[in-house]
């Protein structure tokens, strides 16, 4: 227990400076973080698997099958809080008076909908498909999480994950690992969509904490990739916008959707941008989990890049 009282008291002390001064984390961040992420990036990237994944996995099992399960769970809960207090808290602090712009109002998503859906149209063209009509990527998946890599220049390792139904019963399609310095993405995700994925936790390794930040990180870094990349991006802004105005006039986005290109709409379908499919439990759980780091974090909505495009 005295492991984790002193983790425990070296955490809170830390954040203690970090909100009362924020020049302390804006000084942590430029200075002491960049050699933090580079080390753990160096050391994550010689590892072919997610050490994260390990840890989440191997974590549970260390405090259960030991004698002094408190202590155990204790000692766990007082590490991860130190990490994340020298790895991604201050980061959160740091930027916590960037306020995202607000989603856009009905008519412009309908405008927004319509010009995304004709540039995914032109772009969608020069590429290859599979037998169900889907868009597929032109590179083995060491080739893209490479690529992804050079465009995002973001010194954080992306890696597919080992656990992708777990991933997909969750409902969660990439998350990032300030811990261990890795973009963890779900590689079985529809082609479509796995380049920008990739692309926006890539953008968390570079420190922007806003989703809706990450996000617009993501659809410049498409748009200056090849061909596939430009396309994922394109669609899958248009996948948010089809989000976003399906919660602001059900009507305008039954139109938008009957104004698809089919081979777009055969992709969006994969994404479930045109489902009607009701959340499992786990992915209402994972919804609620994450709406409160949002609003924990200040990290903002992720369909507010919208307006920074629209």
Same mark, same amino acid.
């Given at each position: 227990?005295?492991?984790?009282?002193?983790?425990?008291?070296?955490?809170?002390?830390?954040?203690?400076?970090? #909100?009362?001064?924020?020049?302390?984390?804006?000084?942590?961040?430029?200075?002491?973080?960049?050699?933090?992420?580079?080390?753990?990036?160096?050391?994550?990237?010689?590892?072919?698997?997610?050490?994260?994944?390990?840890?989440?996995?191997?974590?549970?099992?260390?405090?259960?099958?030991?004698?002094?399960?408190?202590?155990?769970?204790?000692?766990?809960?007082?590490?991860?809080?130190?990490?994340?207090?020298?790895?991604?808290?201050?980061?959160?602090?740091?930027?916590?008076?960037?306020?995202?712009?607000?989603?856009? +109002?009905?008519?412009?998503?309908?405008?927004?909908?319509?010009?995304?859906?004709?540039?995914?149209?032109?772009?969608?063209?020069?590429?290859?498909?599979?037998?169900?009509?889907?868009?597929?990527?032109?590179?083995?998946? #060491?080739?893209?999480?490479?690529?992804?890599?050079?465009?995002?220049?973001?010194?954080?390792?992306?890696? *597919?994950?080992?656990?992708?139904?777990?991933?997909?019963?969750?409902?969660?399609?990439?998350?990032?690992?300030?811990?261990?310095?890795?973009?963890?993405? +779900?590689?079985?995700?529809?082609?479509?969509?796995?380049?920008?994925?990739?692309?926006?936790?890539?953008?968390?390794?570079?420190?922007?904490?806003?989703? *809706?930040?990450?996000?617009?990180?993501?659809?410049?870094?498409?748009?200056?990739?090849? =061909?596939?990349?430009?396309?994922?991006?394109?669609?899958?802004?248009?996948?948010?916008?089809?989000?976003?105005? #399906?919660?602001? =006039?059900?009507?305008?986005?039954?139109?938008?959707?009957?104004?698809?290109?089919?081979?777009?709409?055969?992709?969006?379908?994969?994404?479930?941008?045109?489902?009607?499919?009701?959340?499992?439990?786990?992915?209402?759980?994972? =919804?609620?989990?994450?709406?409160?780091?949002?609003?924990?974090?200040?990290?903002?909505?992720?369909?507010?890049?919208?307006?920074?495009?629209?």
């Amino acid at each position: 227990m005295r492991l984790a009282m002193a983790a425990l008291f070296l955490a809170g002390g830390m954040l203690g400076v970090f #909100r009362g001064e924020p020049g302390a984390a804006v000084f942590w961040c430029e200075k002491a973080l960049p050699l933090l992420r580079g080390g753990l990036a160096c050391l994550s990237g010689r590892i072919p698997f997610p050490l994260a994944e390990a840890f989440l996995i191997a974590l549970p099992l260390w405090i259960l099958c030991g004698h002094s399960r408190r202590r155990r769970l204790a000692e766990a809960l007082a590490a991860v809080l130190l990490a994340l207090t020298c790895t991604w808290f201050p980061l959160c602090i740091a930027q916590a008076r960037t306020v995202p712009a607000e989603i856009p +109002d009905a008519a412009a998503l309908s405008d927004l909908c319509a010009r995304l859906s004709g540039e995914a149209a032109a772009q969608r063209v020069s590429l290859p498909e599979d037998a169900r009509g889907r868009v597929l990527l032109p590179w083995t998946q #060491r080739d893209l999480l490479r690529e992804a890599a050079r465009l995002c220049e973001s010194g954080g390792v992306p890696k *597919a994950s080992r656990c992708p139904e777990l991933m997909a019963a969750l409902g969660v399609s990439g998350w990032w690992s300030p811990v261990t310095g890795e973009a963890v993405v +779900d590689c079985a995700l529809p082609a479509a969509a796995l380049p920008f994925t990739l692309c926006h936790e890539l953008a968390h390794a570079r420190g922007v904490v806003g989703e *809706a930040e990450a996000n617009l990180f993501a659809w410049e870094a498409c748009a200056r990739g090849p =061909d596939a990349f430009r396309y994922s991006g394109t669609v899958s802004a248009l996948w948010y916008a089809l989000g976003a105005l #399906r919660e602001a =006039d059900e009507a305008a986005w039954r139109n938008a959707i009957s104004g698809l290109d089919a081979v777009v709409s055969r992709d969006l379908r994969a994404m479930n941008a045109l489902s009607d499919r009701e959340e499992t439990p786990l992915e209402r759980l994972q =919804d609620r989990l994450t709406a409160l780091y949002l609003r924990c974090a200040g990290a903002g909505d992720y369909a507010a890049f919208l307006a920074w495009i629209a």
